[in-house]
C-alpha cells in the first residue's frame, strides 16, 4: 500500500507540472501569440517569422529554430523571426533565429525577458565583407530611408525595462540596436564578429551594459565600427566589465553632428564606462567626443592608435585606475579638453607620448552651427588635476605633453621616463600650470611621509630630512622642458643626501 500511494504521488506531481507547462505546439508561419507556448523542437522555415500579440506571453523556443531563409534588405518592410509590439510582461527563450533582416524586433515594449537566444547570421550588408566596405553613419537612426547600417540579431524601439541576456548575437551587421531605450540591461551575451557594431545605443538612457563579449567587430578600413557605439545624447548609462577587443574601436561614444536642434542628437554625458578590456582596438580602444561629466575607471587599454581619445571633453570627468598600455599614437589624448581628473592611471610605452593634452586656440564648432555646444568656451585647454600617475617608458620620449594648455596641476605622478614631461615645447601659453601643489604630510607615490611634487627620473638631487621629498638641485625645469613659473619645487625622490 506504501509503494502504491508513492507512484500515486508521482503520477500527481508529473501531472501538475505537465499541466503548468505551455502546450507544445508546431508554429506556422506569420502566427500571432495570444497566449504562452512552446514549440515542437525543429528547424522551421518562417519567412514572416511568428509575433507577440498579448501581455503576458512566454515563448519557449525549446530548442527550434526559426529560418527567415534570406533577410529582406527594408528597414521599412523588414523581415523579423519573432517581434513584439505594444506589448509586457513578455519572455522568449532557448532557440534560435537566423535568416531574418533582424532576428528579434522589440518596439513599444515594456517588462520584457530575452534570455538564451542564438539570433546570428541575420542580415549583413554583403559590401560590408569585402575590401572596399562603406564608413558607416554614426548618426542614423531607425526612421532613416537609409537601411545600409541596419539589421542583425535584436531591434529595440521606445522599449524599456527589457533584459536581454546570456544569447548570441553574432556574424551579421550589427548585435544589438537600441532607439529610445531606457532601463534597459544587456548582458552576458555575446556580440562579437559583426562587421558594423556588437552593442548600439542610439538616444538611450540609463541603461546598463555589463559583461557581454564585442569582439572583432570591425571591416576594412574600420569605416567607424566598434564593439559598443553610443550616438545622439545616451547619456547616465552604465558599461562595465565588457570585453571588446579587436574591433574597429573598442567603445565609441560619438561627437555632436552641426545643425541638430536639441535635445535630437548631442552630446552622450554622465556615462560611466568601468572594468572594461578594449585593447588591440584598429583604431581608438576608447573613443568619447564631447562629453560632459564622464566616469572612465578600471579599465585595459592597451595595444590601439590611440588608447583614449577624448576631444572636447569637460565638466569634471574623471579618468582613473586605467591601465593603459603600448598603443602606438598615445596613451591619452584629449583636444580642447577642460576641467577633467586623470589619476592613479599606470602609463607603459605609449607611442609619442603617455598623455599629450593641447588646443590651437581656435574655435571650430561655432554655436550656430554646433546647437547642442552652448554653455562654454571651446577653444581652450585647461582645468585638468593630474594625479598618483605612474608613467613608465625606456625611451626619452615625454609622459606628458603639454600644448597650449592652461591652469593645470601636476603633482604625485611617478615619471618613469626619459623625457618626464613638458608644457613649454609647443606651447604659446601655459599660465597657470603647477609641477606641484603644496608640501603636505601623507604617503606618496614612491612611499614617502610627504607629498608636493612628481618623482622624475632624470631628478639628481637629494632628501636632506628623510620625508622623501627633494631638498637640492631645485627647482626641477627637466633642462627647460618646464617654465619657471610651473616648475616642480617639490620633487620626490628616494635618494638620501
Known amino acids: 500500500m506504501v509503494r502504491l500511494a508513492a507512484w500515486c504521488l508521482v503520477l500527481g506531481l508529473a501531472r501538475a507540472m505537465a499541466e503548468d507547462q505551455p502546450p507544445l505546439i508546431i ?20 519567412p514572416n517569422g511568428i509575433s507577440i500579440g498579448s501581455d503576458g506571453v512566454a515563448l519557449d523556443l525549446n530548442g527550434a529554430t526559426l529560418d527567415g531563409g ?59 565583407l569585402g575590401p572596399k566596405a562603406p564608413w558607416l553613419n554614426i548618426f542614423s537612426d531607425i526612421r532613416s530611408p537609409d537601411t545600409t547600417n541596419f539589421g542583425g540579431g535584436i531591434l529595440m524601439v521606445h522599449a ?63 569605416g567607424d565600427s566598434a564593439g559598443v557605439l553610443l550616438a545622439c545624447s545616451s547619456s547616465d548609462n552604465v558599461l562595465e566589465n565588457n570585453q571588446a577587443r579587436y574591433s574597429g574601436d573598442g567603445f565609441y561614444l560619438t561627437w555632436t553632428p552641426p545643425n541638430q536642434p536639441q535635445p535630437l542628437c548631442c552630446s552622450n554625458d554622465r556615462n560611466v564606462i568601468r572594468g572594461n578590456d578594449l585593447s588591440y582596438a584598429g583604431a581608438n580602444a576608447l573613443e568619447v567626443d564631447f562629453s560632459v561629466g564622464s566616469v572612465i575607471e578600471n579599465n585595459v587599454v592597451n595595444g590601439s592608435n590611440y588608447g583614449m581619445w577624448l576631444g572636447y571633453s569637460h565638466g569634471d570627468g574623471l579618468v582613473r585606475n586605467n591601465v593603459i598600455g603600448h598603443n602606438r599614437i598615445a596613451g591619452i589624448a584629449i583636444d580642447h579638453g577642460q576641467n577633467l581628473n586623470i589619476s592613479h592611471n599606470v602609463f607603459v610605452s605609449n607611442g609619442n607620448e603617455d598623455v599629450i593634452l593641447w588646443s590651437d586656440l581656435q574655435d571650430h564648432y561655432p554655436v550656430e552651427n554646433f546647437t547642442c555646444l552652448t554653455g562654454y568656451d571651446h577653444t581652450p585647454s585647461t582645468g585638468y588635476v593630474i594625479s598618483s600617475n605612474a608613467f613608465h617608458r625606456t625611451d626619452k620620449s615625454f609622459g606628458l605633453l ?21 608644457d613649454t615645447c609647443t606651447s604659446s601659453t601655459w599660465a597657470g600650470n603647477h609641477f606641484n601643489t603644496t608640501y603636505e604630510r601623507g604617503e606618496s607615490i614612491i612611499g614617502g611621509t610627504a607629498t608636493g611634487g612628481n618623482y622624475w627620473r632624470s631628478y639628481l638631487g637629494c632628501d636632506v630630512d628623510g620625508d622623501g621629498v627633494g631638498d637640492t638641485e631645485l627647482p626641477v625645469t627637466l633642462g627647460g622642458s618646464l617654465g619657471l613659473s610651473s616648475a616642480d619645487y617639490l620633487p620626490l625622490t628616494k635618494r638620501r643626501c
Request: hydrophobic share 35%; net charge neutral.
Open 70 to 128: 534570406s533577410p529582406s534588405f527594408d528597414v521599412k518592410n523588414m523581415t523579423v523571426g519573432v517581434s513584439a509590439s505594444g506589448v509586457q510582461d513578455f519572455a522568449v527563450f532557448n532557440g534560435s533565429v537566423t535568416g531574418y533582416f533582424y532576428g528579434v524586433s522589440l518596439k513599444h515594449v515594456s517588462h520584457g525577458k530575452i534570455v538564451g537566444v542564438n539570433s546570428s547570421r541575420n542580415w549583413v550588408d554583403p559590401l560590408s
Open 402 to 422: 603639454l600644448e597650449n594648455t592652461t591652469d593645470t596641476v601636476v603633482s604625485n605622478n611617478l615619471f618613469d621616463v626619459g623625457g618626464g614631461a613638458c
Open 27 to 46: 508554429p506556422k508561419d506569420g502566427m500571432v501569440l495570444k497566449h504562452s507556448v512552446r514549440l515542437v523542437p525543429g528547424w522551421y522555415k518562417l
Open 160 to 222: 524599456s525595462d527589457i533584459s536581454v541576456r546570456d544569447s548570441l548575437f553574432a556574424f551579421q551587421e550589427n548585435g544589438v540596436d537600441c532607439f529610445w531605450c531606457s532601463r534597459v540591461q544587456i548582458s552576458q551575451n555575446d556580440c562579437s564578429n559583426n562587421t558594423g557594431w556588437g552593442v548600439r545605443l542610439y538616444s538611450s538612457t540609463h541603461n546598463l551594459v555589463s559583461e557581454n563579449r564585442c569582439d572583432s567587430c570591425n571591416r576594412a578600413n574600420l
